[in-house]
């Protein structure tokens, strides 16, 4: 689904979403805090009312800083961001981040129609306590009206979700830190198929009745979801990531971790890395892949999709998608969030085209500014 759902950081921790939309947009900073890297997008619209990428820049960070979206290294990855921002050249303070979603509980009820918005919440309350393992004192807590119930005339069908207050208020002082005010605060997977959704515009009949297998592939984990229609048919999350292809190369020509990650982003590898260890690794993700979609479609009434794509730094190695195609044989394609969009001035093209795939989320995220 790609409803608008977060906690606006000001006021009351619970709010009807519909309230942050009454104004005009302002600026928004789109900001991504991954385990490997943080990444920035910023939009705008030009005259003719399309979408233009402003700033998008990327960060990496150590490991072991952020592990399993908690921040351990709170000051290294605040001077991160400061970095970043610098590099960028934006003047935007306000971003929206995003909590990884095993860091928030979610739950569809359904309450009656025609209830005020602090009716709402009173009812939310009382439903969240059903669902919650915490005291509602200890949680953020959010809700979006998604629309009519199909099942029950009358009613409509509400989302909500809560989050330990600490996880919300660490990605809000990192932003603080940074000198920046954190005002959207998104799930990770929501913001990726807000992404998701221009990409899946752009197919045959816009999309419509696509059954489309995303892949992001991180550091340590990679997230599937399985996508018609704009709603999530499937989620499975497996350890398998880039990390793994840095580990490899460590063990193959001795260089220290840090070494093998800084070379393995430059390209300045031996002549034999290619055949020894990328082929292997490529053959061991297009593998996984195929793996997961097993469990898809052994699980679920489904036996094929229409399509795979690929998001992540690590989506973007050379023949990645081919394999997959091959594997498989379903149509595997790389992620590109920046598709359509017009290209700011300040944008170096072939760098941004080459990293594109690493930004799914931040684009999500940037794209806030402009969701209804």
């Not at 921040?71 to 909590?99: P, Q």
């Not at 009206?145 to 509400?158: A, K, L, R, Y």
Request: charged share 25%; glycine share 8%; with cysteine.
């Amino acid at each position: 689904m790609t409803q608008a759902f977060f906690w606006r950081l000001q006021g009351t921790s619970l709010i009807s979403l519909g309230s942050l939309f009454s104004r005009q947009p302002d600026p928004l900073l789109g900001l991504d805090i991954s385990s490997s890297s943080i990444k920035l997008v910023e939009l705008g619209r030009n005259g003719g009312g399309e979408l233009v990428l402003e700033r998008c820049a990327l960060e990496p960070i150590e490991r072991g800083w952020i592990t399993d979206g908690n921040i351990e290294k709170f000051d290294e990855v605040a001077d991160a961001i400061k970095r970043l921002v610098k590099k960028s050249g934006t003047r935007t303070k306000n971003a929206a981040m995003a909590l990884p979603a095993s860091a928030v509980i979610t739950k569809k009820i359904v309450l009656p129609g025609g209830l005020t918005d602090s009716e709402l919440e009173i009812q939310v309350e009382s439903e969240a306590n059903q669902y919650i393992p915490f005291s509602l004192d200890e949680v953020s807590l959010d809700f979006c009206v998604i629309g009519p119930s199909p099942s029950t005339p009358g009613d409509v069908e509400v989302l909500i979700a809560a989050s330990r207050k600490e996880k919300v208020q660490d990605r809000q002082g990192l932003a603080e830190s940074a000198g920046l005010k954190a005002v959207v605060m998104d799930v990770e997977s929501y913001a990726s198929r807000m992404s998701m959704g221009r990409i899946v515009e752009g197919l045959p009949n816009k999309g419509a009745d696509t059954m489309v297998a995303l892949f992001e592939i991180g550091a340590f984990s990679t997230s599937m979801q399985v996508i018609r229609n704009n709603e999530v048919l499937y989620e499975r999350d497996q350890a398998f990531g880039g990390a793994q292809l840095t580990q490899l190369i460590v063990r193959q020509y001795g260089f220290s971790p840090d070494e093998a990650e800084t070379k393995k982003r430059n390209g300045e590898l031996p002549e034999d890395y290619e055949s020894v260890v990328l082929r292997p690794y490529i053959d061991s993700v297009t593998q996984e892949i195929g793996r997961t979609l097993q469990f898809f479609f052994t699980s679920t009434p489904h036996n094929k999709v229409d399509y795979i794509m690929l998001a992540g730094g690590t989506a973007s190695l050379p023949k990645l998608t081919d394999s997959v195609t091959r594997q498989t044989s379903f149509a595997c394609g790389l992620v590109n969030p920046f598709e359509g969009m017009v290209v700011g001035g300040g944008i170096r093209e072939s760098k941004m085209r080459r990293e594109a795939s690493s930004y799914l989320t931040a684009c999500g995220l940037a794209l806030r500014r402009f969701a209804t």
